[in-house]
C-alpha cells in the first residue's frame, strides 16, 4: 500500500464531500463520476434492513436518485477526511470515516419527501399481512425518528460513521459500496 493510493483515496473522500456540501444539481453527473461505472455499486443508508428494501439502493440510477434527494431535503455533511482510515490492496481500497449530518433543511421542505418514504416503505411491505404489526412499527419509528429530528431544529448537528468500498478503474478510484450509519437514538 503506498502513501500515495492513500492520498487519492481521500481526495475522492474529499470529493465527494464538497459535492454533498455544494448540493448542486447540475453537478449529479460529476458525484456520478465518483462511482464505478456498473450496475452493482450499491448506497446502504441509515435505514437499511435488507437488500431491496427502503434505503437500500443499487445501481447507478438509484443512486443518482438518492444523491439528488439527499442534496434537496438532507443537511451538510461533513467527514473527518484528514482522520479517515485507508486501507489499499490492489485494486481494492477501503476507508472508515467519523462525520456528522447538520441539519439545515427546514421541517416543513422535508415533509413531504419523508411522507413520500414512509408510501415507499409500506409499498414495499404491502401483502405480508402476517407481519403487518411489524410493517405498522416500522412505518411509525420512521415517522417518529423524522419528528425527533426536526424537533431539535437546524444547526443541530448528528453524528455519523462512513464506510465505503472504492475499486481502481482506469487509473482512477471509484466508489464501488457505500455505507452511511448513525447512532441509535
Known amino acids: 500500500m503506498s502513501t500515495n493510493e492513500v492520498e487519492q483515496v481521500r481526495e475522492v473522500l474529499g470529493h465527494f464531500q464538497d459535492l454533498y456540501l455544494a448540493r448542486d444539481a447540475v453537478r449529479l453527473d460529476e458525484a456520478m ?42 443537511g451538510e455533511v461533513q467527514f473527518d477526511v484528514p482522520g479517515a482510515r485507508i486501507t489499499c490492496m490492489g485494486e481494492t481500497a477501503w476507508l472508515t470515516a467519523s462525520g456528522k449530518l447538520i441539519q439545515t433543511v427546514e421541517h416543513a421542505e422535508a415533509m413531504e419527501q419523508y411522507l413520500q418514504q414512509m408510501r415507499e416503505m409500506l409499498d414495499v411491505m404491502r401483502g405480508n399481512h402476517n407481519k403487518a404489526d411489524m410493517v405498522m412499527m416500522e412505518v411509525i419509528h420512521f415517522g417518529l425518528r423524522r419528528l425527533r429530528e426536526w424537533s431539535l431544529g437546524t444547526g443541530y448537528a448528528w ?25 441509535v437514538d
Request: zero cysteines.
Open 33 to 74: 463520476r465518483l462511482f464505478a461505472d456498473n450496475n452493482e455499486v450499491e448506497m446502504i443508508g441509515i435505514g437499511a434492513q435488507k437488500r431491496g428494501g427502503p434505503e437500500w439502493f443499487q445501481g447507478r440510477q438509484q443512486i443518482r436518485d438518492i444523491i439528488a434527494g439527499d442534496w434537496q431535503y438532507w
Open 159 to 183: 453524528p455519523l460513521v462512513f464506510s465505503a468500498v472504492l475499486v481502481h478503474e482506469n487509473e482512477q478510484w471509484k466508489f464501488h459500496t457505500l455505507h452511511w450509519a448513525m447512532p
